[in-house]
């Protein structure tokens, strides 16, 4: 099982390399595994990206990789905000669609039984001052353990105006 998991992952990394090394917008994607597939209610993955252009407007995904074993149908999840000015409005708690509520449907792309699910947490956002900027994400559940869940990562890219 660990041999195709592991086959899998490298699978789905490589080809999301493709597509993100292609992306001109993409300014920071960084993701977190968790240990047994389960994330711990005292683990807050902090992802640390820097911005030069503070003209742009930019967008902030969040990335979960989850099994449909996860025994929720969305993901509560806090996230705080620090740049070189300090704290960059307050935390935010964001609810993540998972699976459809009806239909018990998995969200995102998905292989064999992991799935891939990006979700635009902060659109059209403005950083003010150039520097290095710190998201961190806090699972914000009722229970200290989510099996199921195998990692979470941020995704920065530059806004793109739709036409």
């Known amino acids: 099982m660990n041999q195709r998991f592991a086959f899998r992952w490298a699978l ?41 252009d503070t003209t742009a407007r930019y967008d902030v995904f969040f990335n ?33 669609l998972l699976m459809d509520p009806k239909t018990g449907e998995p ?14 947490a902060l659109p059209n956002q403005h950083f003010t001052k150039a520097g290095s900027y710190t998201l961190t994400l806090e699972q914000y559940m009722r229970q200290d353990q989510l099996p199921g869940l195998m990692a979470v990562g941020v995704r920065v890219a530059k806004h793109e105006v739709k036409k």
């Open 12 to 52: 789905v990394i490589g080809c999301l390399s493709m597509l993100t090394a292609c992306d001109p917008n993409q300014v920071f994607e960084q993701n977190t595994d968790f240990a047994n597939y389960s994330w711990d209610v005292q683990q807050k993955p902090a992802f640390t990206f820097a911005i030069q």
């Open 107 to 120: 969200k995102g792309s998905g292989t064999g039984d992991i799935y891939d699910l990006q979700v635009l």
């Open 64 to 96: 979960v990789r989850y099994a449909p074993a996860y025994g929720f149908y969305n993901l509560y999840m806090k996230h705080t905000l620090t740049g070189p000015g300090g704290p960059v409005g307050p935390p935010l708690l964001h609810q993540i």
